[in-house]
């Protein structure tokens, strides 16, 4: 058999067209054409070859089943056409015909439901798995006429339908689940059909003939409660309830149950039709339904699903609402003037009249789809959608035809626009600018009708609408603030290459709010809550990334504009913004507003503009600035703050915060710069002298490591007759017998303590020092001609002798005067003469005695034995030449060698080396020629020094032992090599 294929048949169907395109003029936005206008429904007719004339069809899943009036079935997978499947049921046709066919979402399951053709015979439901070919009678239904199925959503069972709902020609409503059976040995498929179980749960006609016409229920997710809708003729009803269904009994009978002591909740309508259609629109495969329809002679009902209703809630469709069939543009369609059937899409309904189908639109109720029928292909009978595949099927007695759905909801914005319903209007128009814009526009232009200025403006500014149309429009009505809403929104829209627009905008806002600041100032209310509003509105703005680089770009415009208001607090906020802290230190001190300046610096850390402005600081508020200094800016250059400090001599609380500032760098932060130094030198020097020597004695007596100008410090002391100061400084520079002069001028202790200074380190030095001591005691004697306390300066010094100070005494004193000094002086040199005689005497008798030890060495030997052994190889000493040490322990002379080299310091290793190159020359001309007795002796000297570094000492007894106690056993460049041995 043929494959199918489509053939477009677009000729005969009309469509309404598109939207009007956007105004260019009212939006400012060009309307492009991306795309070519594709109609929303196209219709193609699947050309297959067909045996006879079609009664039925379904899909579901890319599985299409008709049903042809020669009572045979033919199956097909829409995915591969090629293969379809004869299914022949004439054998269960008895005295019956098919009414129906009933195919579940996945297209696994097929019900076949035939009806009575004859009186006396019973109506029956076949049973048609996908995987089978052979239908199978379902015993239980035998008698119902199945007229709805509401299949089990949840269910992807391949040989069970899981628990379903089916209604009959009579109102009644059976839960069942039909499969085929498992070989219970093998667990296969036995081929053998089963109804698991059947129960009727409820009677919607209470006895009375009642067709149900559709049937459906959906579990909400996450939650145990379900929800049943029902049709029949005239009513719609919807069974609301939980249940904990499992396997031993009904799901879903529970739900019905309580409405056994309740009345249903139903929606009635008036139609004479025989029939009515119930269809949902599913966003997508296996979720809950979005939206409902009901086809009645009425009209056709729709509505949306709402799930989340509350729990006691019984009713589920929210925005009911009716439409009214159509008439048709072409009185030539009239032939019949109620659909036969409908298919619902998310935006769309198409009416499937006997000669025509029809497009409706669900939002606004438009016609917007026409199609005309070929009556060659005979009379239309159905129109079906694939509930997963979402593909459009209609068919006649001979031809099946496939609608295609291209972008419904292209035109859907502008639906939701003429019902004000704008949120929804922009999720469909997302991807066109042109669309968006009218959207904004329109809702723009409905809160300013409603006088929601400032929300007008705010969409306003999203749109393209002339600039100086909306702008003019607030201007016109005073609305200040929606214009300066409308200008910051416009801001945020604009590109950064914009910058002429840009400084307009943020030039015209600023003005905006300059002149509210000074309405406000006028009418006193600058300290009101609508002040500080403003105010931090105006912070909010000047912080805006998109406003900050223009604010610094027009700085001087800026500048201007506000000072022509003569807002001085916006100003000074100004230049903050801009971080013009210059400025704004200036105008605060201009103000005598010291602290706040100094905290503007502080917070901000200036350090260049904090030695600009330190001496007005310092001298305003020495104690805080110098505070902040110390506790805040540590990292200060003290040398940049010198022409500040100088200043700060007006007053003693300055001097004394100077004082304190200087002391903290020399004692803290030791800084050794000489200005820093000098200038606490020369406050010492003027308001506290005691400091100044504390000062100089902290400095100490090397001149290389003061820090300060010692001639400077010298001439500073002299000037403020700081004696002390000046013995001090002029021993630092070498003067000292003006140190001792200056030092006799407070007294005899100081000239002592400074003439004890010099070093006694070299005979000049000494000569100085006695000097010192001889200007000191000339004048002991001569102020006091004191011979007793000339006695007793004497003793102090080493230096001075009695006949030294002879000199200075008057010529009218007698010996006597110094009989007791000249005597203990006598004493002193006669025992003197006494210690050298003894030290004379100790040193001979030590000669003597180092004269008999060498004596006593020369004489003394030591015993080798025959089995006496190397301390070093254990092997026999007498083997080779050997060292033998006073302390007992031998060594032969190349172990020696070998153990005491890595010993021995380098200069030695390297002598050693070439003694043993020279007396290897000695020995190779030996070996070679005669020698003379020269040559022995100076091989001999060569092995003499040889021994002298070899065996200058014991190897285990000597100080070469004691020193390689630190050394470690394995060396450094050898501990990689020993490791891996180890290992």
Same mark, same amino acid.
């Given at each position: 058999?043929?494959?199918?294929?489509?053939?477009?048949?677009?000729?005969?169907?009309?469509?309404?067209?598109?939207?009007?395109?956007?105004?260019?003029?009212?939006?400012?936005?060009?309307?492009?054409?991306?795309?070519? !206008?594709?109609?929303?429904?196209?219709?193609?007719?699947?050309?297959?070859?067909?045996?006879?004339?079609?009664?039925?069809?379904?899909?579901?899943? !890319?599985?299409?089943?008709?049903?042809?009036?020669?009572?045979?079935?033919?199956?097909?997978?829409?995915?591969?056409?090629?293969?379809?499947?004869?299914?022949?049921?004439?054998?269960?046709?008895?005295?019956?015909?098919?009414?129906?066919?009933?195919?579940?979402?996945?297209?696994?399951?097929?019900?076949?439901?035939?009806?009575?053709?004859? =009186?006396?015979?019973?109506?029956?439901?076949?049973?048609?798995?996908?995987?089978?070919?052979?239908?199978?009678?379902?015993?239980?239904?035998?008698?119902?006429?199945?007229?709805?199925?509401?299949?089990?959503?949840?269910?992807?069972?391949?040989?069970?339908?899981?628990?379903?709902?089916?209604?009959?020609?009579?109102?009644?409503?059976?839960?069942?689940?039909?499969?085929? @059976?498992?070989?219970?040995?093998?667990?296969?498929?036995?081929?053998?059909?089963?109804?698991?179980?059947?129960?009727?749960?409820?009677?919607?006609?209470?006895?009375?003939?009642?067709?149900?016409?559709?049937?459906?229920?959906?579990?909400?997710?996450?939650?145990?409660?379900?929800?049943?809708?029902?049709?029949?003729?005239?009513?719609?009803?919807?069974?609301?309830?939980?249940?904990?269904?499992?396997?031993?009994?009904?799901?879903?009978?529970?739900?019905?149950?309580?409405?056994?002591?309740?009345?249903?909740?139903?929606?009635?309508?008036?139609?004479?039709?025989?029939?009515? +259609?119930?269809?949902?629109?599913?966003?997508?495969?296996?979720?809950?339904?979005?939206?409902?329809?009901?086809?009645?002679?009425?009209?056709?009902?729709?509505?949306?699903?709402?799930?989340?209703?509350?729990?006691?809630?019984?009713?589920?469709?929210?925005?009911?609402?009716?439409?009214?069939?159509?008439?048709?543009?072409?009185?030539?369609?009239?032939?019949?003037?109620?659909?036969?059937?409908?298919?619902?899409?998310?935006?769309?309904?198409?009416?499937?009249?006997?000669?025509?189908?029809?497009?409706?639109?669900?939002?606004?109720?438009?016609?917007?789809?026409?199609?005309?029928?070929?009556?060659?292909?005979?009379?239309?009978?159905?129109?079906?959608?694939?509930?997963?595949?979402?593909?459009?099927?209609?068919?006649?007695? #001979?031809?099946?035809?496939?609608?295609?759905?291209?972008?419904?909801?292209?035109?859907?914005?502008?639906?939701?626009?003429?019902?004000?319903?704008?949120?929804?209007?922009?999720?469909?128009?997302?991807?066109?600018?042109?669309?968006?814009?009218?959207?904004?526009?329109?809702?723009?232009?409905?809160?300013?009708?409603?006088?929601?200025?400032?929300?007008?403006?705010?969409?306003?500014?999203?749109?393209?609408?002339?600039?100086?149309?909306?702008?003019?429009?607030?201007?016109?009505?005073?609305?200040?603030?929606?214009? #300066?809403?409308?200008?910051?929104?416009?801001?945020?829209?604009?590109?950064?290459? !914009?910058?002429?627009?840009?400084?307009?905008?943020?030039?015209?806002?600023?003005?905006?709010?300059?002149?509210?600041?000074?309405?406000?100032?006028?009418? @006193?209310?600058?300290?009101?809550?609508?002040?500080?509003?403003?105010?931090?509105?105006?912070?909010?703005?000047?912080?805006?990334?998109?406003?900050?680089?223009?604010?610094?770009?027009?700085?001087?415009?800026?500048?201007?504009?506000?000072?022509?208001?003569?807002? /001085?607090? %916006?100003?000074?906020?100004?230049?903050?913004? %801009?971080?013009?802290?210059?400025?704004?230190?200036?105008?605060?001190?201009?103000?005598?507003?010291?602290?706040?300046?100094?905290?503007?610096?502080?917070?901000?850390?200036?350090?260049?503009?904090?030695?600009?402005?330190?001496?007005?600081?310092?001298?305003?508020?020495? /104690?805080?600035?110098?505070?902040?200094?110390?506790?805040?800016?540590?990292?200060?250059?003290?040398?940049?703050?010198?022409?500040?400090?100088?200043?700060?001599?007006?007053?003693?609380?300055?001097?004394?915060?100077?004082?304190?500032?200087? @002391?903290?760098?020399?004692?803290?932060?030791?800084?050794?710069?000489?200005?820093?130094?000098?200038?606490?030198?020369?406050?010492?020097?003027?308001?506290?002298?005691?400091?100044?020597?504390?000062?100089?004695?902290?400095?100490?007596?090397?001149?290389?490591?003061?820090?300060?100008?010692?001639?400077?410090?010298?001439?500073?002391?002299?000037?403020? %007759?700081?004696?002390?100061?000046?013995?001090?400084?002029?021993?630092?520079?070498?003067?000292?017998?003006?140190?001792?002069?200056?030092?006799?001028? =407070?007294?005899?202790?100081?000239? /002592?303590?400074?003439?004890?200074?010099?070093?006694?380190?070299?005979?000049?030095?000494?000569?100085?020092?006695?000097?010192?001591?001889?200007?000191?005691?000339?004048?002991?004697?001569?102020?006091?001609?004191?011979?007793?306390?000339?006695?007793?300066?004497?003793?102090?010094?080493?230096?001075?002798?009695?006949?030294?100070?002879?000199?200075?005494?008057?010529?009218?004193?007698?010996?006597?005067?110094?009989?007791?000094?000249?005597?203990?002086?006598?004493?002193?040199?006669?025992?003197?003469?006494?210690?050298?005689?003894?030290?004379?005497?100790?040193?001979?008798?030590?000669?003597?005695?180092?004269?008999?030890?060498?004596?006593?060495?020369?004489?003394?030997?030591?015993?080798?034995?025959?089995?006496?052994?190397?301390?070093?190889?254990?092997?026999?000493?007498?083997?080779?030449?050997?060292?033998?040490?006073?302390?007992?322990?031998?060594?032969?002379?190349?172990?020696?060698?070998?153990?005491?080299?890595?010993?021995?310091?380098?200069?030695?290793?390297?002598?050693?080396?070439?003694?043993? +190159?020279?007396?290897?020359?000695?020995?190779?001309?030996?070996?070679?020629?005669?020698?003379?007795?020269?040559?022995?002796?100076?091989?001999?000297?060569? +092995?003499?020094?040889?021994?002298?570094?070899?065996?200058?000492?014991?190897?285990?007894?000597?100080?070469?032992?004691?020193?390689?106690?630190?050394?470690?056993?394995?060396?450094?460049?050898?501990?990689?090599?020993?490791?891996?041995?180890?290992?």
């Amino acid at each position: 058999m043929a494959s199918m294929y489509y053939q477009s048949s677009q000729p005969i169907q009309r469509s309404k067209s598109g939207l009007p395109r956007p105004d260019m003029n009212k939006t400012g936005v060009i309307y492009m054409k991306l795309e070519e !206008d594709v109609p929303i429904f196209s219709k193609y007719k699947v050309k297959y070859p067909l045996n006879d004339k079609i009664s039925h069809l379904v899909v579901s899943s !890319d599985i299409l089943v008709l049903a042809l009036v020669n009572n045979s079935l033919l199956r097909i997978d829409l995915r591969h056409p090629e293969a379809p499947e004869d299914i022949d049921i004439n054998k269960h046709l008895n005295q019956t015909k098919i009414s129906a066919l009933f195919l579940d979402p996945l297209g696994n399951h097929l019900l076949i439901s035939l009806s009575p053709d004859l =009186v006396g015979a019973q109506a029956e439901l076949l049973y048609l798995p996908k995987k089978s070919t052979r239908a199978k009678q379902l015993s239980k239904f035998k008698g119902h006429v199945i007229t709805a199925v509401a299949w089990n959503f949840g269910n992807d069972l391949e040989n069970s339908t899981g628990r379903i709902l089916l209604g009959t020609s009579k109102g009644l409503i059976i839960e069942s689940e039909i499969g085929m @059976e498992n070989d219970r040995i093998f667990g296969t498929s036995s081929g053998q059909y089963f109804e698991q179980y059947w129960k009727q749960v409820f009677d919607i006609g209470k006895g009375s003939d009642t067709p149900i016409t559709g049937i459906e229920f959906h579990h909400v997710p996450r939650t145990d409660r379900y929800f049943i809708i029902v049709t029949t003729l005239t009513q719609l009803y919807q069974f609301i309830g939980e249940s904990v269904g499992s396997d031993d009994r009904q799901l879903l009978q529970p739900i019905f149950s309580k409405y056994l002591s309740k009345p249903e909740m139903y929606l009635a309508m008036i139609s004479s039709l025989t029939y009515s +259609k119930l269809q949902f629109y599913y966003p997508s495969p296996r979720s809950l339904p979005k939206n409902i329809a009901w086809l009645t002679g009425s009209g056709l009902f729709i509505g949306k699903i709402d799930a989340s209703a509350p729990g006691g809630s019984d009713n589920f469709i929210v925005q009911q609402d009716m439409i009214q069939f159509p008439k048709t543009s072409d009185p030539s369609l009239e032939t019949s003037t109620m659909p036969l059937s409908f298919i619902l899409t998310e935006f769309h309904a198409l009416l499937l009249y006997s000669d025509h189908v029809k497009g409706l639109c669900t939002l606004n109720k438009e016609l917007i789809f026409e199609d005309l029928h070929n009556e060659t292909y005979g009379q239309l009978i159905n129109i079906t959608k694939d509930p997963v595949r979402n593909t459009v099927w209609a068919y006649s007695e #001979k031809a099946v035809f496939k609608y295609k759905v291209a972008k419904e909801d292209r035109n859907v914005w502008q639906v939701y626009v003429e019902n004000g319903m704008f949120d929804l209007a922009k999720q469909y128009c997302q991807d066109n600018p042109a669309h968006m814009d009218q959207v904004l526009i329109k809702q723009a232009e409905k809160y300013f009708e409603e006088k929601q200025y400032q929300e007008s403006a705010i969409h306003y500014a999203k749109s393209h609408c002339s600039f100086e149309e909306i702008s003019l429009k607030f201007l016109q009505i005073g609305q200040v603030e929606a214009l #300066k809403t409308f200008l910051i929104k416009k801001l945020e829209t604009l590109r950064d290459v !914009d910058k002429t627009q840009i400084t307009m905008i943020v030039v015209w806002v600023t003005e905006l709010f300059l002149k509210q600041f000074s309405e406000l100032t006028i009418q @006193e209310k600058t300290g009101s809550i609508e002040y500080e509003r403003l105010q931090k509105e105006f912070e909010a703005f000047l912080t805006k990334e998109e406003v900050a680089g223009s604010v610094r770009d027009n700085q001087d415009t800026l500048y201007k504009l506000i000072a022509s208001h003569g807002n /001085k607090e %916006n100003m000074i906020q100004f230049a903050m913004f %801009n971080k013009d802290y210059e400025k704004v230190v200036c105008h605060l001190i201009h103000k005598n507003n010291y602290h706040e300046a100094l905290d503007i610096l502080k917070r901000e850390n200036k350090k260049e503009l904090f030695y600009q402005f330190a001496p007005t600081l310092m001298q305003a508020i020495p /104690k805080l600035t110098f505070q902040v200094i110390i506790n805040h800016w540590g990292g200060l250059e003290p040398s940049k703050l010198i022409p500040a400090l100088i200043k700060c001599d007006q007053n003693d609380m300055q001097v004394l915060e100077v004082i304190n500032y200087l @002391e903290y760098c020399v004692y803290s932060l030791r800084t050794q710069e000489q200005a820093i130094h000098n200038y606490l030198l020369t406050l010492y020097a003027r308001r506290n002298s005691p400091k100044l020597m504390s000062y100089l004695t902290t400095q100490g007596q090397d001149a290389r490591l003061v820090c300060y100008d010692i001639h400077y410090a010298l001439k500073l002391c002299r000037e403020h %007759n700081l004696t002390e100061a000046c013995v001090q400084l002029s021993t630092l520079v070498g003067m000292w017998e003006a140190a001792v002069d200056l030092a006799l001028q =407070v007294g005899p202790d100081l000239a /002592k303590r400074t003439a004890s200074l010099p070093p006694p380190s070299s005979g000049s030095d000494t000569d100085l020092r006695k000097r010192l001591w001889l200007k000191i005691a000339e004048h002991v004697v001569k102020e006091k001609d004191d011979i007793k306390e000339a006695m007793e300066f004497i003793q102090q010094c080493d230096l001075i002798k009695i006949e030294d100070i002879l000199p200075f005494f008057s010529n009218f004193v007698t010996i006597d005067h110094f009989k007791d000094a000249i005597c203990t002086s006598l004493q002193e040199y006669n025992q003197h003469i006494q210690d050298l005689k003894e030290e004379m005497e100790e040193a001979t008798k030590s000669a003597e005695i180092i004269r008999q030890d060498i004596q006593s060495f020369r004489n003394r030997h030591t015993v080798v034995k025959a089995h006496d052994l190397c301390c070093v190889c254990d092997c026999r000493l007498l083997a080779r030449a050997f060292y033998v040490f006073p302390c007992g322990h031998r060594f032969h002379s190349d172990c020696l060698l070998h153990q005491v080299h890595p010993l021995l310091p380098t200069g030695k290793r390297n002598r050693l080396h070439d003694l043993q +190159k020279q007396l290897g020359s000695f020995s190779l001309r030996e070996d070679n020629e005669s020698v003379g007795s020269s040559s022995y002796t100076a091989r001999e000297q060569i +092995k003499g020094d040889i021994d002298n570094i070899v065996a200058s000492e014991c190897l285990f007894c000597g100080e070469m032992m004691i020193r390689s106690i630190d050394q470690p056993f394995i060396e450094d460049e050898d501990f990689d090599r020993v490791f891996k041995e180890w290992l």
